[in-house]
């Protein structure tokens, strides 16, 4: 691009072109940018020292002590410096729900999409029903096509057989086949025939409450409960032996 060019390009004298040509062109270079001063500057280190002694205090409180010694600035600033000093809290250390041997169990029920090998065209629903010791972890497991009270009642009787006795108590998820709802008081109301099939094999009834010290993770995350959020349908060969 000549001169001419140059100039009318960007608008000036082509005289003045000719001057920038002859001193060279170089290309502007710029130096890092000097750091803006901050109003809180001089009263950070008084905030590190503060939060670290006393990490509870609030940014409110903390703004109006620096400001009885001058501090001019807004509320917003001291809250983002407070965001990167001060201290993470550290979690408290959850106490682990335990039982005597013996003393629990817990029962649930968790759904499971399938296909069987006879009819891969055709997706089905089976129930997992669970029962779960509290102080071993140990689980008992078998999968049904029903979640009615027959199938439940024989899976307790199958796996106290398999476990070879009984807990003093079994905790219940509210499940439709063992809760029938709640009374005028806000208590557990249970289904008659396992009231009574509690009271021939001796174990107390309870209802299983997702709280402190939520009882609900004693299986160490092997209960069926965990099994809901499973999205891939299982595979099963029904044997005919």
Sequence with gaps: MNV???????????KTVRK???????????????PRA?????F???LR???AAYPGLTASRLLREIREYGYGGGYTAVTDFLRE??????????VRFETPPGEQAQVDFAQFEVIFADEPSVVRKVWLFSLVLGYSRLIWARYVAHQDLQTVLRCHMAAFAALGGVPREVLYD?????????????HIVYNRALIDFAGHYGFTRR??????PRPRERSNGRSAISARTSSSPARFAISTS
């Excluded at 000093?85 to 959850?94: I, L, Y």
């Excluded at 509210?174 to 029938?180: F, G, P, S």
């Excluded at 709802?181 to 806000?186: F, I, L, T, V």
């Design 4 to 14: 001419s060019a140059i100039a009318r390009r960007v608008g000036i004298d082509r």
């Design 20 to 34: 920038y040509i002859e001193r060279g062109l170089e290309p502007p270079s710029y130096g890092p940018r000097e």
């Design 38 to 42: 901050r109003r809180l500057t001089p």
């Design 44 to 46: 950070e280190a008084y």
């Design 49 to 51: 020292q503060r939060v």
């Design 85 to 94: 000093v001060r201290p993470r809290p550290v979690p408290p250390f959850e």
């Design 174 to 186: 509210r499940m439709k086949t063992a809760v029938i709802g709640e009374d005028h008081e806000a």
């Design 207 to 212: 209802p299983a409450v997702p709280t402190a």
